[in-house]
């Protein structure tokens, strides 16, 4: 899950522990030292399922090549930050069906954003909006 504020990610983070769902949190508040989000970016690398919600951290560098579904909360800063989002799981992968959500709010600059965003790739993806 790439979110643009650690407020909604904390939520959001808090919301899947209670449903017992195995979560990762990685973003610049968090307390964990450098050593503990690499330890952190190992676990979830190995678990067999779970999520990983970030804000803007895991934009770039982040190489999980098996993770298959994406979750974006809103437009993203600049085409740059969408494109290295996508990539994280996008990737090819043996056996991988990848699926990339964008949520955002009708009527505002985000829905303009996106659809935007996506114009640029007509033809060359399937994209399904909703």
Not at 49 to 55: P, S
Not at 56 to 66: F, P, Q, S, W
Not at 79 to 106: D, T
């Amino acid at each position: 899950v790439f979110g643009e504020y650690a407020d909604t990610a904390d939520y959001i983070y808090a919301e899947l522990v209670k449903l017992g769902i195995p979560a990762w949190i990685y973003h610049s508040k968090t307390k964990h030292n450098s050593s503990e989000k690499k330890q952190l970016i190992e676990e979830y690398s190995k678990s067999s399922c779970g999520v990983l919600v970030t804000v803007k951290a895991l934009d770039e560098g982040l190489n999980v090549t098996d993770a298959s579904i994406g979750i974006n909360l809103g437009y993203y800063s600049t085409n740059r930050q969408a494109i290295q989002r996508m990539g994280r799981i996008l990737r090819k992968h043996e056996g991988k069906h990848p699926v990339m959500y964008c949520f955002y709010f009708a009527g505002t600059s985000d829905f303009f954003n996106v659809k935007n965003f996506m114009n640029l790739f007509k033809g060359s993806a399937n994209f399904v909006w909703r």
